[in-house]
């Protein structure tokens, strides 16, 4: 079908004024091509589309199986040539104006198995270098024996100060970190979490390589000396997880994932779970609800004899 000149129009106006690259003008046509067709079938022309009409096919899209990102994109293109038809005087009002895409599904975060969390937490590299090793292992028992953000571990400080964004207290177990919304919480430290961060003190300054300048205040700081980015941890998280044998890669927020799914599994609590991540909202929090059923099916599934008998 080939498109009303007056679509054209827009088309070279987004093209050639707009500058639009290739591939989004490419995008626009495509969407443009869907509302005549749309329009077409309804038998009315494009300056007489009505609200009406637009959550009449955005329905159908729906009913079809497209996706609420995909048709947010879709009505997004339908919009702007409506803007551009109105003020180019030819509608007297946008029909897209105010309509929304059905809410897409989120999905569920991503967690390890416990087996698969244990796998990573007690892998060791005697080989590698044990400063890193040292330092690494730390940090992974911190994202999932505390479930800290990974903006939370590295800015955690060696000792506590007024200035400091976290530290820790050892001796009390527990982490003290500055989470979203500049608000304090206390987790606790489990003991593989202190053995971990204790023997990387050990070694962050005695086995720091010759001639490195450390950040006096940084607990985990990187092979220049300085504090770890969230990058950097995601990239050593990744790389540990593949040489532990862990099926997925792994990042940090899979691991604070894991730590609430099963601190929720083993416990029930749900506000325990809420407090010890920092959420402001409980419904937050409650995604792991969704996250304990699947696991508990999936027990249901392996164990149970009447779970297994497929229907006839």
């Known amino acids: 079908m080939s498109l009303p000149s007056l679509v ?10 707009k500058r639009l690259a290739a591939r989004t003008l490419a995008l626009y046509t495509e969407d443009l091509h869907k509302l005549c067709a749309c329009a077409q079938q309804t038998g009315i022309e494009l300056a007489q589309v009505q609200s ?62 416990v087996e698969e969390a ?3 937490a007690n892998h060791q590299e005697p080989e590698s270098d044990p400063w890193a090793e040292a330092r690494d292992a730390a940090m992974v028992e911190l994202l999932y024996g505390s479930g800290l953000r990974v903006g939370e571990l590295v800015g955690l400080d060696c000792v506590a100060s007024d200035r400091a964004r976290g530290w820790l207290d050892l001796d009390g177990g527990l982490a003290h970190v500055l989470g979203k919304g500049s608000k304090r919480r206390s987790v606790p430290l489990g003991g593989p979490a202190v053995q971990a961060v204790r023997r990387w003190l050990e070694v962050r300054t ?22 770890m980015t969230p990058q950097s941890v995601w990239q ?11 099926a997925v890669p792994v990042h940090p927020h899979m691991l604070r994932h894991s730590f609430a799914s099963h601190v929720l ?23 792991y609800t969704r996250l304990d059923f699947q696991h508990l099916a999936k027990v249901y599934e392996a164990a149970h004899p009447r779970a297994r008998k497929k229907p006839t």
């Open 8 to 17: 054209q129009r827009y088309l070279d106006h987004v093209q050639f004024e």
């Open 52 to 113: 009406a009409h637009i959550r009449r096919w955005m329905a159908g899209m729906h009913a079809a199986g497209r996706s609420g990102r995909g048709i947010a994109l879709i009505l997004s293109g339908w919009r702007g040539f409506y803007t551009w038809m109105a003020r180019e005087g030819l509608v007297s009002a946008n029909p897209v104006h105010g309509i929304r895409a059905p809410r897409q599904a989120k999905p569920l975060p991503k967690a390890l198995s």
């Open 118 to 120: 244990l796998q990573l």
């Open 206 to 227: 005695a086995a720091a390589p010759p001639g490195l300048a450390l950040d006096a205040e940084a607990l985990f700081v990187g092979p220049r000396g300085r504090r």
């Open 236 to 246: 050593r998280l990744r790389t540990r997880s593949q040489r532990a044998g862990v």
């Open 265 to 287: 599994q083993s416990s029930g609590d749900l506000r325990a779970v809420q407090e010890l991540l920092g959420h402001a909202s409980i419904s937050t929090t409650q995604v």
